[in-house]
């Protein structure tokens, strides 16, 4: 099964596309001395923000995939940027330690139950409204990924997470 996020943040572009406008504007503003350096500085600041605004939020975008292997599945993101694509991350769904949505507190609880857990952000748009994190636990390190899937990517982590394939069998009995 694959799964894009649709693109509908259009605040971002609104926020890259008036970084790009301003830092125009600033260097075009006659100025001598000090004022030059410090005009030319804030133009090359925001114009590096429009850049990487535009590069993070609009010229990438992420693929889900969830591939059954064994009884169980297999968790890829796939990031694509411009025709070239390449997997960012993939874990087993049977290594989750914990999943759910994600809110502006989830960060704090996750690192102080899991200390040493870093984080990933493989998400579509800037301000999504509807984020979810899957904690995995590879070889004695904690690993977060912060994704939007949709419902059915949902409802296999739900059914599937920390549970091996022999697992799966007793519980179905």
Same mark, same amino acid.
């Given at each position: 099964m /694959?799964?894009?996020? /649709?693109?509908?943040?259009?605040?971002?572009?609104?926020?890259?596309?008036?970084? !790009?406008?301003?830092?125009?504007?600033?260097?075009m503003i006659? =100025? %001598?001395? =000090? #004022?030059?350096?410090?005009?030319s500085s804030a133009a090359l600041l925001l114009l590096a923000v429009a850049l990487f605004l535009f590069v993070k939020y609009d010229a990438t975008s992420y693929e889900y995939i969830l591939l059954e292997r064994n009884g169980t599945f297999d968790f890829y993101v796939n990031k694509i940027s411009g025709r070239r694509g390449a997997y960012a991350c993939y874990f087993p769904i049977s +290594? &989750?330690?914990? *999943?759910?949505?994600? %809110? +502006?507190? %989830?960060?704090?609880? !996750? @690192?102080?139950?899991?200390?040493? &857990? %870093?984080f990933s952000k493989y998400v579509q748009n800037f301000m999504?409204?509807? /984020?979810?994190?899957?904690?995995?636990? *590879?070889?004695? #390190? *904690?690993? &977060?990924?912060?994704?939007?899937? @949709?419902?059915e990517i949902i409802k296999i982590f739900e +059914?599937?997470?920390? /549970?091996?394939?022999?697992?799966?069998? @007793? +519980?179905?009995e």
């Open positions: /694959k799964y894009s996020p /649709k693109r509908f943040d259009t605040g971002i572009r609104v926020i890259y596309s008036a970084s !790009l406008i301003l830092s125009v504007v600033l260097m006659p =100025a %001598t001395g =000090a #004022r030059s350096s410090i005009l +290594d &989750c330690v914990a *999943h759910g949505e994600f %809110t +502006d507190t %989830t960060r704090t609880e !996750l @690192n102080s139950k899991y200390s040493g &857990c %870093t999504s409204g509807k /984020k979810y994190f899957a904690l995995f636990e *590879h070889e004695g #390190r *904690h690993q &977060c990924i912060v994704f939007e899937p @949709n419902e +059914d599937f997470a920390g /549970k091996r394939p022999g697992e799966l069998q @007793n +519980d179905e």
